[in-house]
């Protein structure tokens, strides 16, 4: 077999090195190349296991859902025996060349030469990565051009450093600066601009880093066409009765996608007893579809940020639809079905991978093969959670045994990963089912049988006949099922594609709430999500636009509670008239409700997904709350009356918003389900005001009915909320059936 005499090189890190010539054997095992790169002389040996996960190590595992960028600890070496007090760290998996003994390029070395929508996608990448890798305080790793190194399109890490001291967004800007000169002509004025934002302290998070690219990105997009071209197939293998798993979309033919148009793959690989496999894979399928063919993908009003959380929900609903068909067997247990997921969403310059299960997805392009998805198995929850190293997990009882899939339990426990890259140059995203992926057949084979399509000299339909008919001989064991999508990238010829970049400045916000250090403090780096996926959460609009927002918001909430206290100072006189007159008059106007009188708020952290909540007056008895039809979005769906209840769908949190719940109306008082069901919500102005803001009068509200979806702010949930609040079956009922307006 072609993988049991090829080399296996390796980047060695320890001072120990520094004394020893090229071609030394180290531990009888490992041959010393130059550049620190050794070769393992009998890699069919597993390697040694370090006894305890020291400070160095560490990263490397909690940071394993990033591996596309960093490398994987491979083992220790003592190069002395039996002195274990230095040791040498042995990494696998990083950018070393495939055919030889040397290292990819630096960044550095590649930046002039390289294309305005290449280099923006490294910094791109950069940015992404510099929250994760600052919480395991090893960010500094950004800043040295030593270890930044790039294969193609990615941004590849020959190590990782730990910091000597903390950092800030600053040292990042001040870094960057070095790339201006010698930056795209496209781009070089637009990133002059950037990195002068981010050491004079506008830009202040990664986040809002990442908005910045975002914009010029989508920019920069517009000046290249693309073609997609697709195909799917799937065959029940040569042991199994039948197959459990499904695609979309089906049928031998490949299909190309109109310019125009999304393009859409899936992968399902069913589990679970008395042929429900079948069912969820199916179910799953058609779900998920019907989500995205509803989702507004129009390129004119597309935004790349709010695609990541609808992902998410499409995969939540299917998830739900399908522990509804269990729930409704009364199946338990090893008889609940189930399916796993990878789903490629492929759309203007980017590409969305939603991912759950061991179901993969592999990029390939000239540069190499890349697993994109990391398994949701117990083995690659062990090296999340810092407990072991990959090898040596996978040597576990029950490694591959999935931890999440989608059906068997209930969303509120579900993490679906979902992963955004922009596309630049021509590469072939291939989705399959471990029936395929098992054994390392994809990496076996990829540049024998996938490759040559990029070269023109192979099609789509040949490549998945191909690489059934692998699945079927190598492995055999499973179901087979396997999407390709080529994308070919080519440049347009008008001259309104290539104008220079310019993305308007951001407004900084003086929210307090710090640098990176604070921005995700509550992030869980065992989380099942990728910090790529988080760190696309925040508002769709752009920064400009979320101030006008919440200035608007402002603004309106200032006008209504003037209007409700005016209403209040007409009865002022009757109320002073039967109560005494106090002896020394207050300074202050006392407030309706004083802060005693208000029910203890709940934290919004502490609402789990899928509970339920009634909200009444706000802490100050006069400011109504609004629910927003999308979160970051300027579409008041109403103003929510005391007494509704509500039940959580899911959160969403920016520096510049603060925390937003999702929620669904499950009731409402009387006297709202009375309202005319007519009237549809305003839109608001560039100002931020409603456009009928007359009619916001305290009983003429916005008509709400059960069903509707919006965004509650957290400040007015805490201050509204009614503890120990227990719904009826009513209720309940009402929030189990589909809204009249859910797209």
Known sequence: MQNAVAKHYLWAVGEELEALPSETLIADRYLL??????????????????????????????????????????GIVYPTKGVKNKSILLLEKGPIAPHGETLMPTLTALWPDASAMRQLNWLWQMAQLWQPLSRQAVASSLLDADLLRVQGPFVRLLQLSLDLHNLSLTQLGYFWQQWVPSAHPRIQKFLQQLTHQIVNGELR???????????????????????IEIVTGTDSGPTRSHNEDACYPQGKAPIRVALTEPALAL???GIGGQYGGEVASSMAIDVLRQQVEQMPLHQANWDPLSLVPKLKRATCIANDVICQRNDHENRQGRERMGTTLVMALAHVHEIYLTHLGDSRAYWI???????????????????????????????????????????????????????????????????????????????????????????????????????????????????????????????????DSLKEVSVPPVIPFNDGSGDDSTETSNADDSSMETEIARRARPTSAPVFRVGLLLLGIAILLGILAALLYGLGLFNSNHRRAQAPTPATPSPTVSPAVTPTQLPSPSPINSLKLQSFIQ???????STPIILLKEFGKSTVQGMVPPGTVFQVQ??????????????????????????????????????????????????????LKVGDVGWLQQEEVNRSLIPDFTPNVTQKAQCKAKPLNDN
């Open 365 to 495: 392009g000239s540069s190499g093969c890349h697993q994109v998805t990391v398994d949701d198995d117990v083995a690659s929850r062990q090296v999340r959670l810092g407990c072991a190293l990959y090898r040596d997990a996978l040597q576990q009882g029950a490694s591959g045994a999935l931890i999440q899939a989608l059906g068997i339990t209930s969303s509120v426990t579900l993490h679906p990963t979902v992963q955004r890259f922009p596309i630049d140059e021509d590469c072939v995203f291939l989705l399959c089912s471990d029936g395929l992926s098992d054994r390392d057949r994809v990496e076996q084979y990829w540049e024998t049988e996938i490759l040559p399509v990029l070269h023109r000299e192979a099609d789509l339909a040949t490549i998945r006949d191909r690489l059934i008919e692998i699945a079927n001989t190598q492995n055999g064991h499973d179901n087979v099922t396997v999407a390709l999508l080529f994308i070919e990238i080519f440049p347009k010829d008008d001259s």
């Open 650 to 703: 899911q959160k969403q949190s920016t520096p510049e918003l603060g925390t937003w719940i999702e929620a669904k109306i499950c009731s409402l008082p009387t006297l709202a389900e009375e309202q005319p069901l007519n009237q549809s919500p305003s839109e608001v102005d560039s100002g931020g005001l409603p456009s009928n803001s007359s009619n916001f009068a305290p009983t003429t509200p916005l008509p």
């Open 615 to 621: 909200l009444g007056t706000s802490a100050s008895n």
């Open 205 to 227: 998070t990664s986040t809002q880093l990442i908005q910045q690219l975002d914009q010029a990105l989508s920019i920069c997009g517009r000046a290249y066409h693309r073609e």
């Open 33 to 74: 190349k130059s550049s620190k790169i050794v070769v393992d002389t009998r890699p069919e040996l597993l390697p040694e296991i370090p006894s305890e996960i020291s400070d160095q190590i560490a990263p490397y595992l909690k940071l394993f859902s990033y591996r596309l960028h960093i490398p994987q600890v491979y």
């Open 267 to 269: 992968v399902c690989d």
